[in-house]
């Protein structure tokens, strides 16, 4: 059966908010819901910044109205990327002495595929 409600999403300080119709829903088990921000979300502009969550309008299955509106506050991730690192290993095929990281080269290959791959700056990888 489908079920009508409203969820708003706001960000403190941002002129950015997000509706039902905005966010992917997802009704789970247990009357949990879940929402994923859409494509393109400025994720950058939202580190560290406070989220207010507001859901309206939910009825039981008996159909009576549920006290609200429901609301929860969190703080959305917040990281430093000047000082977050990722680590992990490449895996050649056959002799790997021909990849000698003392190969100019080879290192400055790797890294602009990676920043490629990465869409970062060659002077971050």
Do not use: W
């Not at 966010?23 to 921000?37: D, N, Q, T």
């Not at 490449?90 to 595929?113: D, R």
Request: aromatic share 10%; glycine share 6%; proline share 6%.
């Amino acid at each position: 059966k489908p079920y009508s409600f409203s969820i708003d999403v706001s960000f403190t300080g941002l002129e950015l908010a997000y509706s039902a119709a905005d966010l992917p829903i997802s009704c789970l088990e247990e009357g949990r819901l879940a929402f994923r921000l859409p494509k393109g979300a400025p994720y950058d502009a939202m580190l560290g910044s406070s989220v207010l969550i507001t859901v309206d309008g939910v009825k039981d299955l008996n159909g009576n109205l549920i006290e609200s509106p429901v609301q929860h506050r969190l703080n959305f991730v917040s990281f430093d990327p000047e000082n977050t690192f990722v680590s992990f290993q490449l895996q050649f095929e056959g002799n790997c002495s021909i990849y000698a990281l003392n190969n100019t080269a080879i290192v400055v290959g790797l890294v602009e595929e990676l920043a490629l791959l990465l869409n970062a700056e060659p002077d971050r990888i």
